[in-house]
């Protein structure tokens, strides 16, 4: 408490920029270029257009915690977000954006709404892929469900940017990537993640494309064991036939709930990557792949040992890294004759990968030596360190919510970054 006394005490609040039903926005004169702001929550909860509101004591704390976790797990996968860090038990410093007046919602499971909108649709159909809509942002409509095309001929700014069709497919893929990542994270406590709403601004000063806002227990349904009857989130608040005192504090209990429980959404256990190398000459091959691995922050040990001169103490590295009971992918780097590969794949359960040094004298025949192997054996090749390194966190990816999500974030961004390019040339 009195370290976050000292942070309240040494940032400098300007003015009040903004306030929302649940939150209070604040300029950072004193922040790098005046464009990060604090956003401060409430101990408010509404419904219905805010026909239905009221004082919920706990909740900014709740809400705020939520948030960072959340955000501190996006950012970890690599999406681009408006976050910066948490300030205290009810704030964050976020970059400074113009808001887009659009809800962007993403679908799992047919529910609520949606069953209103289309009747012909049961509850609890599954959208394979993440269902998509979007929403304008209009209390006095009521939010209406807004079409592509709706959007798109709407002619939105923010931020001095058109929200034209490539922002537009942007916000989409950003918004469907992100609740991939986080319904494969609560997957992992066995929550459910049916349904969630997010927003995005343009960075003020870059013109960047950002989420933004907040992502918290008002933001999504969720239901622990995949049960409809045991949801913890905004949704209970929503059907409360009468708001009575002890319906609030169950309300309460259950945000209380969902800020313990995300927090167990950034522990992650990445596995581990040995890298065996047939001689040391190898090593700048070796450290490109060790490179290629930290994007994923995933945890690589290079090791020299030779499977033609030195088989015994080759494989008694490996049954020290079998026995560390962790997932374990084994990359082995050899050049001319490789023997290392297919005998260490030989020899263990763990996936084996062969990433050879290609020379350019012999490597047309050398490569033979990891393609075609004796019967029995699996390990596969990728000529590239980074493709070694991406088949290897693709193989760590399926016991790692954070390492799959980094992927997602991985591919995400490489879409997006051919998509401005494009975006770029077009202008020319």
Request: hydrophobic share 40%; aromatic share 8%.
């Amino acid at each position: 408490m009195a370290t976050e006394e000292k942070q309240c005490a040494e940032l400098k609040i300007g003015e009040q920029l903004n306030e929302g039903k649940t939150k209070i926005i604040y300029a950072l004169p004193d922040s790098p270029d005046g464009n990060h702001v604090l956003l401060k929550s409430k101990d408010k909860i509404t419904a219905f257009d805010s026909t239905r509101k009221n004082d919920l004591t706990g909740k900014a704390k709740f809400s705020n915690s939520t948030t960072t976790a959340v955000f501190q797990l996006l950012s970890a996968c690599g999406i681009k977000t408006h976050f910066v860090k948490k300030h205290d038990e009810e704030s964050f410093i976020g970059i400074r954006c113009e808001m887009i007046p659009l809800e962007v919602v993403t679908r799992r499971i047919a529910t609520g709404s949606f069953l209103k909108r289309y009747p012909g649709v049961k509850e609890g159909y599954r959208f394979a892929p993440v269902k998509l809509e979007m929403f304008f942002k209009d209390d006095a409509q009521h939010d209406p469900f807004w079409t592509y095309e709706q959007c798109v001929e709407a002619e939105l700014t923010a931020g001095g940017r058109k929200i034209g069709k490539q922002e537009l497919n942007m916000m989409g893929d950003m918004a469907v990537t992100v609740f991939e990542i986080l319904e494969k994270a609560w997957a992992t406590v066995d929550v459910a993640l049916v349904d969630m709403k997010v927003e995005f601004g343009i960075n003020y000063k870059t013109g960047e494309l950002l989420l933004a806002d907040v992502v918290d227990n008002d933001s999504w349904r969720i239901w622990p064991s995949g049960d409809k009857r045991l949801m913890r989130d905004k949704q209970v608040y929503r059907n409360l036939p009468e708001v009575t005192p002890e319906a609030l504090e169950q309300v309460k209990k259950n945000y209380e709930w969902v800020a313990n429980e995300v927090q167990k959404l950034n522990v992650h256990h990445p596995g581990h990557v040995v890298v065996f190398m047939g001689s040391a000459t190898d090593l700048d091959h070796c450290k490109k792949i060790e490179a290629a691995l930290k994007e994923f922050s995933i945890p690589t040990d290079l090791r020299v040992c030779s499977a033609h001169k030195g088989t015994e103490d080759a494989l008694h590295v490996l049954r020290w890294y079998e026995g560390q009971g962790i997932p374990l992918v084994v990359i082995a780097v050899a050049g001319r004759s490789n023997g290392l590969g297919p005998v260490l794949s030989g020899n263990t359960a763990f996936p084996v990968i062969n990433c050879p040094p290609m020379s350019s004298q012999w490597g047309a025949q050398d490569v033979w030596s990891s393609l075609r192997l004796p019967s029995g054996l699996g390990c596969t090749t990728a000529l590239n360190p980074d493709g070694a390194a991406l088949a290897a966190a693709q193989i760590l990816s399926l016991n790692d919510h954070v390492v799959w999500g980094s992927l997602k974030g991985k591919r995400l961004n490489t879409a997006l970054g051919l998509a401005k390019a494009d975006q770029d040339l077009q202008k020319q």
